[in-house]
């Protein structure tokens, strides 16, 4: 397992995103804190929920579900981008078999926990953008669990930026291979909306913006074809609230670690988020590609 895998690459001359450092400001704020927030496989990231779940039950079975939409029991390779806490790498090479398993994340603090907690040879995790990194050999399968939201600004060309994303796990990807994407995405809500007004924006996730579906699919095109496609958000409503339910429940061993302002940020955090969810202001895709090898139009697309 390694810290970092830049020293082998050379940085794309144009970043798009957030930043490391905004990352870090949301995500670095402490493994203590946030670890009041999740479920003990540390996922924080929309869970899929059936009748009867605990938030523990219903993370795991999120994380199932992604290996099985990539075919990715038994694969040689699989690459998570934008890794977390290191639960799916943990949960491909102990329950499905996975040969190695790489992570990609620009949280140190994520980084930390992964090394500390899952000191494992099949699992290497590098603190590096999905724009700079170069495999040393191409992957079976990709999983990607709420990290695309932070993949372009509101001021940068999206469209633009996601079609380098889709680009890039092109060249990640074996021939035949599949990416499995989950990500928040705008629903009802207004193109000309500026969403860096809202709260969200400004105080908790800086220099990120959601996506639209007809924005992921049109990067996508004549590079992955859409196999399957849900719509989940009445579980991102579940989790909203499971988080916000733990912290609650761990408020007062939260404000030994970070001050009342954090708190209470991530409170309104987990409230107007469940909120919007539950309306469709803003929704949970899942999206299955397949990567596409054959038949290409032209040496472009669009």
Same mark, same amino acid.
């Given at each position: 397992m390694e810290k970092t895998h830049a020293d082998n690459n050379t940085a794309s001359t144009e970043q798009y995103g957030a930043s490391h450092e905004s990352i870090q400001y949301h995500y670095d704020i402490g493994n203590e804190f946030l670890s009041l927030v999740q479920e003990d496989g540390r996922n924080y990231s929309c869970a899929m929920w059936k009748d009867g779940d605990t938030h523990e039950t219903a993370q795991i079975r999120k994380l199932d579900y992604h290996v099985e939409q990539i075919r990715g029991t038994n694969a040689k390779r699989i690459l998570d981008i934008g890794c977390g806490w290191g639960g799916l790498l943990h949960r491909l090479t102990s329950e499905h078999n996975v040969q190695k398993a790489v992570g990609l994340t620009l949280s140190k603090e994520q980084i930390k926990f992964i090394q500390q907690n899952y000191g494992n040879p099949k699992i290497d995790v590098y603190l590096e953008n999905w724009q700079d990194y170069v495999p040393e050999e191409r992957f079976d399968g990709i999983i990607s669990l709420g990290a695309f939201e932070h993949f372009a600004k509101i001021?940068? &060309?999206?469209?633009? /930026?996601?079609?380098? *994303?889709? #680009?890039?796990?092109?060249?990640?990807?074996?021939?035949?291979?599949?990416?499995?994407?989950?990500?928040?995405?705008?629903?009802?809500?207004?193109?000309?909306?500026?969403?860096? &007004?809202?709260?969200? /924006?400004?105080?908790? *996730?800086? #220099?990120?913006?959601?996506?639209?579906l007809a924005d992921i699919c049109y990067a996508s095109e004549m590079l992955f074809e859409v196999e399957y496609l849900r719509n989940d958000r009445l579980d991102y409503v579940k989790t909203m609230r499971a988080w916000f339910e733990n912290l609650r429940r761990n408020r007062d061993k939260a404000l030994k670690i970070v001050s009342q302002e954090v708190v209470e940020r991530y409170e309104r955090l987990y409230r107007t988020m469940s909120f919007s969810f539950d309306l469709g202001a803003f929704v949970l895709y899942r999206i299955t590609f397949k990567r596409i090898d054959q038949n290409r139009i032209g040496d472009g697309h669009h």
């Open positions: 001021e940068e &060309d999206k469209v633009e /930026a996601y079609q380098k *994303f889709f #680009e890039k796990c092109h060249s990640f990807l074996k021939p035949g291979g599949r990416l499995s994407l989950q990500t928040m995405g705008y629903g009802d809500v207004p193109r000309e909306r500026k969403h860096k &007004d809202l709260f969200i /924006a400004k105080e908790v *996730f800086p #220099e990120s913006d959601l996506p639209r």
